[in-house]
Structures are given as structure tokens and as C-alpha cells.
């Protein structure tokens, strides 16, 4: 029995140590900052990506309330600072609350809050595809990111699927926009600056929200927003099919919108290949996707062109259609963008959803739309929340912290 127990813990350190040999040599894109941090975030997306199909396979929901409890640990564990860390000096004050029955938590910059009764606000959607994470979560990034910009930060706890579909999210995130619009200065909000902003599947709720509310907003930062579900083979999708898996891949986005819209995990197939939206509907929406039209040739993103979508299944299409030309699930589809408010888009290279931040960008600027657009050449999915406040720091992420910073301190509180 205890020669069989050392065989087995024998064959396991081999096996983890042949793991770690295949992460430490698993290639990368060339010139690609920090490598090592960036091979162990993939990895740990491949291990999560691994364990949700095991999950599927025998029967446990991978959205279950235990599994996002762990989910969240782990991720918290990630992005906020270690026990003995103080990355950021204690200079806000936190609070929580409800707006129009929805959790808020409020991050307010001590610093700011003698100098005026109303402050700039930034009303933050955070990420994890509709499914995962909470404010919880963000708690590290969020400070830094009150104390970095000098706003109050109003972080929404909306609800999530797969317990709460489309349009459980925007709904949320809309009632708390419209609480905080209309109750400004007793909110201490300045009613000149109030900001949506949410990275992912958060920033899909920021753009959607600017949709409805247009000039009642001062502006809209959108980070890494997934802004459409019609095409899963933009060149981006194209470009970053396979770089990094664990991080961003189109397995994942697709899995991401079928969960928010409430839709069978089996209709994966069909997403990713461009089979689930009628032909009629693709005809009308597919020039918002136009690669040759849409991307810069200045920004040199790519060598490859959106691919066709390709005829769907009646049923198929009957349950996906509703959800895709909804601009409240979809915003890139909308019909109309005049008079939303002005737009900082952050996209990053090695990101399936790099393309539509990109293409986004460039059709409010074609409705006269003011748009700032930075593409972060060494930046991956995910990437803004390492900018501080957490353990984990990229270079390229705290630069876009910066130039976020610099951009509001001209705009807003008008510092040069």
C-alpha cells in the first residue's frame, strides 16, 4: 500500500511538472510584455475553460450559486491586493446602498469631497460575461480606480444569468443610470459629469445604456466591449482564435451570449459558425461588421476581412433573431447612434473583441459623435483591471490607466 501511494504521488509530480514545462514554453506573440504573468493567467483560463465542460458533460450547471462563489474567490484573490499589500493609500470612503432597488456600491475620493458638494461620476458595469464576478470582486480595481481618476465611482450589482436572462442586466444598470441622473445633487453627482463605463460584457451595458439615455450622459467608456453576437469571424475572432484560450477566445464570447440571452448551450456549434441569425437580418446588419470599411488601415490591425455569416435554421434563427437585433443586447446593431453621449474606446490587440470596440468606434465618429479610440498593441482581454489595486500588475495596464487619467483630468476637471 505505500509503495502504491509513492507511485501515485511520484506520477503526479511528473505530470505537474510536465505541466509547467508546457506553460513555460508555450509560445506567444512576439514582443509580447511580461510573458510569464500572461502564460499563467492563460493557464488558469484553460483550467476553468476545461472544468466548465467537464461540468456540462455530467450534468452540473456551470452558472450553479456554489460554482460562482468559488469562481469569485478566486478571481477576487486575483485582482485585488494581498493581506499586507496597501498598493493604494486610504483615501476613500465606501459605502453601500440601493438605487431604485438595485445594490450599489459607492466609492468616494476623500480628497475631492471638501473641495465641492457635487463630484464627476463614473457609474461602473463590471464584467465576466453577464454570468460571473461582482463588485466584490472589482473591489481593488474600482478604488484604484476612484482614487486614479479623482471620481466618485458608483459600481452597479446587477443580476446575472443564468438565473437572470436578457435583459435582467441592462434593466439594472438602467435603473441605476436614471436614479443617479435624476437624483444628482442629492447624490453629490455632478449633473455635468456623470460617466457610464464597464469593461466586457459591462461595457456591452454601458454602450446600451448610452443608447437609452443619449445626452442625458456626459460620456461613455467602454473597455474591451462585447458589442455584438451577429458574427463570430471578424478578423479579430479570426487573429486571436487560438493565441490565448484561456483569456479570449470565441468559445468563450459564444458560450457568454447564449447565457445572457437565455438561449441553449447547444446552439454553440451554430454561433461559431455564423449559422444562427436569418438571412434578412444578416443583409441589413452585416455592413456594421464591414472590416474593409470599418477598420483603420492607420491602426494596421490586420491582413484578414470579416467572413460571411452563412444561412440559418428556421428554429434556430426564430429564437436567436429577437435577442441579436435587440440594441439593448446587441448596441453595435442599433439602428440610430446620433446624440449619444461622446465615447472613450479601449481595445487591445490580442482580443477577440478588439474588432467591434474598433468598428464601434469609428461609427460614432461617423455620426459626428466625439470619440477618443486607444488600441493597446500588447494588451489581451481583461487587461485594465491589472492597472493597480492588485498584486498583479501589467506595464501595459497601468498606462492605460494613465492616459484614461490624463484624458479626464483635460476633459472633465480641464487640466492640461
Known amino acids: 500500500m505505500k509503495v502504491l501511494c509513492l507511485l501515485t504521488l511520484s506520477m503526479l509530480v511528473l505530470v505537474l511538472a510536465y505541466r509547467i514545462h508546457l506553460v513555460l514554453q508555450r509560445p506567444l506573440p512576439p514582443g509580447l510584455p511580461e510573458p510569464e504573468k500572461i502564460r499563467w493567467l492563460d493557464e488558469c483560463g484553460r483550467i476553468a475553460l476545461a472544468a466548465n465542460s467537464l461540468m456540462q458533460y455530467i450534468g452540473v450547471n456551470p452558472g450553479s450559486d456554489s460554482l460562482k462563489i468559488l469562481s469569485n474567490t478566486l478571481f477576487a484573490l486575483m485582482f485585488n491586493p494581498l493581506p499586507w499589500q496597501r498598493p493604494d493609500p486610504v483615501t476613500l470612503t465606501v459605502i453601500q446602498d440601493v438605487y431604485d432597488g438595485v445594490p450599489v456600491s459607492v466609492y468616494t475620493p476623500q480628497k475631492t469631497a471638501s473641495s465641492s458638494p457635487t463630484q464627476p461620476t463614473i457609474i461602473y458595469f463590471h464584467g465576466g460575461g453577464w454570468t460571473w464576478l461582482s463588485v466584490g470582486v472589482y473591489d481593488g480595481p474600482l478604488k484604484h480606480l476612484a482614487n486614479s481618476t479623482r471620481h466618485k465611482v458608483i459600481a452597479v450589482e446587477y443580476r446575472k444569468a443564468p438565473r437572470h436572462v436578457f435583459p435582467a442586466a441592462y434593466e439594472d444598470c438602467l435603473a441605476v443610470t436614471q436614479y443617479v441622473v435624476k437624483n444628482a445633487r442629492q447624490l453629490g453627482v455632478r449633473q455635468d459629469a456623470i460617466i457610464v463605463a464597464g469593461d466586457g460584457a459591462g461595457g456591452n451595458l454601458a454602450a446600451a445604456v448610452a443608447l437609452a439615455l443619449r445626452d442625458k450622459l456626459t460620456m461613455q467608456i467602454l473597455i474591451n466591449p462585447a458589442l455584438q453576437a451577429l458574427n463570430f469571424a471578424t478578423p479579430s475572432y479570426q487573429d ?10 470565441a468559445e468563450k464570447e459564444a458560450t457568454n451570449w447564449l447565457r445572457y440571452a437565455g438561449a441553449s448551450p447547444r446552439l454553440l456549434p451554430k454561433l461559431l459558425t455564423n449559422q444562427h441569425v436569418s438571412h434578412a437580418h444578416v443583409t ?47 448596441p453595435m446593431l442599433t439602428t440610430d447612434v446620433t446624440g449619444v453621449a461622446n465615447a472613450y474606446v479601449i481595445a487591445s490587440h490580442y482580443d477577440v473583441l478588439r474588432d467591434e470596440a474598433v468598428m464601434y468606434a469609428h461609427r460614432l465618429l461617423d455620426s459626428k459623435i466625439k470619440v477618443k479610440l486607444k488600441h493597446y498593441r500588447h494588451a489581451f482581454h481583461g487587461f485594465f483591471l491589472f492597472s493597480g489595486g492588485g498584486w498583479i500588475t501589467f506595464t501595459e495596464s497601468v498606462q492605460a490607466m494613465d492616459d484614461l487619467v490624463d484624458f479626464l483630468n483635460l476633459h472633465i476637471f480641464n487640466i492640461t
Open 240 to 249: 486571436n482564435a487560438r493565441l490565448l484560450p484561456g483569456i479570449t477566445s
Open 284 to 330: 441589413r446588419l452585416q455592413p456594421h461588421l464591414d472590416s474593409r470599411k470599418r477598420l483603420p488601415r492607420y491602426l494596421n490591425l490586420t491582413t484578414r476581412h470579416t467572413a460571411a455569416s452563412r444561412r440559418a435554421e428556421v428554429s434556430v434563427a426564430k429564437e436567436m433573431d429577437v435577442k441579436v437585433t435587440d440594441p439593448r443586447f446587441c
